[in-house]
């Protein structure tokens, strides 16, 4: 896309390579490894010096925890495509993600409906060695493993990002809401900190299974037995 709009909006040749070259961090876990390691890049014929990989963290991190109502227009929500709809529900039950730099944390707020926790959805390709024995999921299972990608994301991001901030750890305050009733159902807080490994290898920490183990009232075939 960028090629189209090269002329007009990238002149300088270093400035468009370095677009292209933070763009494509969202294109996967390899994504943020682009060729300069982490050595500061100089843009010729301006006075600027960039650090590309500590620019493509923070778009990369950035982008995964602004993922929240406002992205989502609730007004077209009935004619999004099925194949769709899950990430746009997703999106609409966060109802607030804010960095706090003096505590090293993002925090997400997400809540929802009982009725919407336990509604099922076609199991995305990305999630189907995960739920191999199913074509579905629920949305609180999917919030979960949202989560769960997100905090996999900080702990990737977070050498090169540390350059700009420290994110240590994101806290998500999760409400289930009784249908019709603006009372909570259900509460827990969870805080997701670091697993562990080196910033070579994509992190893989596993928090969906613990939580349901912990919370096994949080399933969504318990939550419908409290909707009966």
């Known amino acids: 896309m960028t090629d189209k709009i090269k002329t007009l909006a990238f002149p300088n040749p270093d400035v468009h390579r370095l677009v292209v070259e933070l763009s494509q961090a969202h294109s996967g876990p390899a994504g943020l490894t682009i060729p300069r390691e982490e050595e500061d890049v100089t843009i010729t014929s301006t006075p600027?010096?960039?650090?590309p990989r500590a620019l493509a963290a923070a778009l990369r991190f950035a982008d995964e925890v602004s993922e929240t109502h406002t992205r989502v227009s609730r007004a077209i929500l009935p004619n999004?495509?099925?194949?769709?709809?899950?990430?746009w529900d997703f999106a609409?039950?966060?109802?607030?993600?804010?960095?706090?730099?003096?505590?090293?944390?993002?925090?997400?707020?997400?809540?929802?409906?009982?009725a919407e926790a336990t509604?099922?959805?076609?199991?995305?390709?990305?999630?189907?060695?995960?739920?191999?024995?199913?074509?579905?999921?629920?949305?609180?299972?999917?919030?979960?493993?949202?989560?769960?990608?997100?905090?996999n994301e900080r702990a990737?991001?977070?050498?090169s990002?540390?350059?700009?901030?420290?994110?240590?750890?994101?806290?998500?305050?999760?409400?289930?809401?009784?249908?019709?009733?603006?009372?909570?159902q259900y509460e827990e807080t969870l805080r997701l900190t670091d697993s562990g490994l080196g910033p070579a290898r994509f992190p893989n920490t596993k928090i969906v299974e613990d939580f349901f183990n912990s919370h096994p009232h949080w399933k969504p075939a318990s939550i419908k037995r409290g909707l009966r």
Do not use: G
């Not at 804010?98 to 409906?113: A, G, H, K, M």
């Not at 540390?162 to 909570?184: G, M």
């Open 48 to 51: 600027y010096t960039v650090a």
């Open 80 to 87: 999004v495509p099925e194949d769709k709809r899950i990430y």
């Open 92 to 114: 609409c039950c966060v109802s607030a993600s804010r960095p706090e730099p003096s505590r090293n944390r993002v925090v997400i707020t997400i809540t929802l409906q009982d």
């Open 119 to 151: 509604k099922r959805y076609a199991l995305p390709n990305k999630l189907q060695d995960r739920f191999s024995r199913r074509k579905w999921i629920a949305l609180i299972e999917y919030i979960l493993c949202r989560l769960e990608k997100m905090n």
């Open 156 to 159: 990737y991001c977070r050498p």
């Open 161 to 184: 990002l540390s350059r700009y901030a420290r994110i240590d750890e994101i806290e998500c305050r999760l409400s289930i809401l009784r249908d019709h009733k603006h009372l909570p």
